[in-house]
């Protein structure tokens, strides 16, 4: 009897047989998607092989129905698959629907092109610095003879990394190679979008959450056929089907979007280092403050190190003047005398200020003076932001909105005040600083952020705007020449964090922003207030010291045993009820510890701990951490994926994740 193997996205380890449906040849059904049903579930799924079965008593089903009329599986794509499955803890079937998406779909009739005009000649056509020649001259080197070399290009802000990439990128083409470009928050970089699409006309296509199941489908088909032959896009543009793949560029490489947090919890970063070994392909990580892990591979000559170490033309970096908040009492005005005379300063000579505060809202919470308690989100355990306009209460995690209360919940005592500040009240406070300077806010409040995003990009580059107010979306890809003041309100924000990161974090986030000045004709200056000014993330960070910190920090990270020293896993474990949470969370530690010891798998398990935020969306939370080698932790992770003995409870591996918050 003629069966197919199907694998099927669901967290069983095996794959399954199926009937060919009646009137389909075998032959036609392999390769392709299809669906089938599963306990009662239709299921998108993935036609591998044709077996012959012995048992002709065999019970099966056919397949339901064949989605696609052209083969969508490749060798590639199941190599792939199985890289995943066995690195990040999934299934054949769960990583094939990570490579191939199950929603694309195929349109109903052919969609016709838009025709876009390629462009003869370069409209980047200025020279290249001799930091930057070296640096194209090393990647197209490696591109021309399938060296398949990881680079690490190290530049400080504005050294002109994007001119590299697209130098980079005109050569594998060239060289009728094909190149992935990732850049972090596709939606948001639509200048750069447009300069690639205006040179290399439909030979690209863009790639993110946002576009159409037939948009992807077509995408796809393309790109497998060799009709595109760039794709620009965020992490899972990295799965694009090319054939003759010659350039992977990651920009930014230290974002943490690159690392996906559900399952499969893939590194884009690792997905690019596995498809240039097998295509033997080039990778260029670009960033000018590189992760730990990409900057101790360089120094350690697993990749090779490019810098571009000065600003365009020779600018000066900005000047980083560190303003301490040490003996300031909490409360009171958001901004030093000392920084409201550098703005001050800056408006009267007409030129454009960044004022920068990683946290949104009014408040970051309200208190009662009487009682002393906050208000938390009825969902999650953490406290609920102010926000002024429109007034509410609002839960940054879950969405949670609720009316201000007019007294105390606990004490009933109308004695209730916000506590804290976040971008609206900085947007306030220099409203009446500066009445007459026209202030614009950008952070995830901003109703549809991306025509808010491209509003504040316009306003400011043709200085409708005095000064710019914003979160961590206005530290990076910014690019305004007549901004020469950056102002950080509160460069403690991220630093403690209980996280092993959060001093990489801080360092980056400040280099980032920091680099938003002084990149015209006229030198910056940045402002950093602080209440931790002798840290070493702010003191390298303030010196463009990024050897000396990185180097600290990697001392730490050895000393209390963290990556890039050891791997590490996080296991989630939920429930709606806190008590099975715990002790479900205790029953899995023991079992895994049991494991441990007597399979003599060497590895550190700690745990189960209360993470930072306990309860989220009405759910409990719990945490056990596994540190090793990834071999073992591997090898213990996936007892976890068989573990059934915890019905009701949601379990969930994550191998290296971003944060272990
Ligand atoms: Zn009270
Ligand atoms: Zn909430």
Known sequence: MIVINV????????????????????QDVVGKRVRVQLGGRFITSYALEITQSEDSNLKLKPITEVIDDDVVITDESVALAKYISENYVCTIGEALACVIPPAMKKPKRKIKDVEIINEESLPYGFSL??????????????????????????????SGKTEVYLHA???AFKQNKSAIMLIPEISLTAQFVEIVTKRFGSAVGVWHSGISAIEKYNLFMKAKSGEIKIMLGARSAIFTPFKNLGLIIIDEEHEHTYKQEQKPSYDAREIAFWRAKRNKSSVVLGSATPSLE???????????????????????????????LKNKPF????????TIRAISNVLSKKEQVIVFLNRRGYSPSIMCKNCGSVYQCPNCSVSMSYHKAPESLRCHYCGETKKLPAVCPVCKSKEVSVFGAGTQK????????????????LDGDTASLKENYVKAYKGVKNDRYDILVGTQMIAKGFDFPRVTLVCVVDADTSLYLPDFKSSEKTFQLITQVSGRCGRGSIPGNVILQTRHPEHYAITHAKAYDFHSFYKEELLQREKLFYPPYCDVAKIAVRNRDEQKALQDAEKLFIFLDG???????????????????AKLHNTHRRHIIIKGDKKNILKLAEFVQNYKQLPGTHVSVEIMPSDLI
């Not at 967290?11 to 040849?25: A, C, D, G, R, V």
């Not at 080197?141 to 504005?158: D, E, I, M, Q, R």
């Not at 494991?595 to 930072?612: D, M, N, R």
């Open 169 to 171: 990128i005109e050569n």
């Open 294 to 324: 990409s900057y101790k591979d360089a120094l350690e000559n697993k990749t090779e190190l490019i810098n571009l170490p000065e600003r365009i033309d020779k600018k000066p970096m900005p000047k980083i003047e560190i303003l301490s």
């Open 7 to 26: 694998a099927v996205a669901v967290p069983l380890n095996k794959t399954f047989y199926y009937l060919p449906p009646e009137n389909i040849s075998p």
């Open 595 to 613: 494991l441990a010891k007597s399979f003599e798998i060497h590895v550190k398990l700690l745990g189960p701990a209360t993470p930072y935020i």
């Open 331 to 338: 409360g009171g005005s958001l901004l030093t005398i000392e």
């Open 426 to 441: 900085v947007e306030d406070e220099l409203g009446k600083l500066f009445p007459k300077a026209k202030i614009f806010r």
């Open 129 to 158: 610095t001799a930091a930057q020649k070296n640096a194209v001259d090393k990647i197209n080197k490696s591109v021309n003879s399938n060296a398949a070399k990881t680079f690490l290009l190290y530049g400080v802000t504005s």
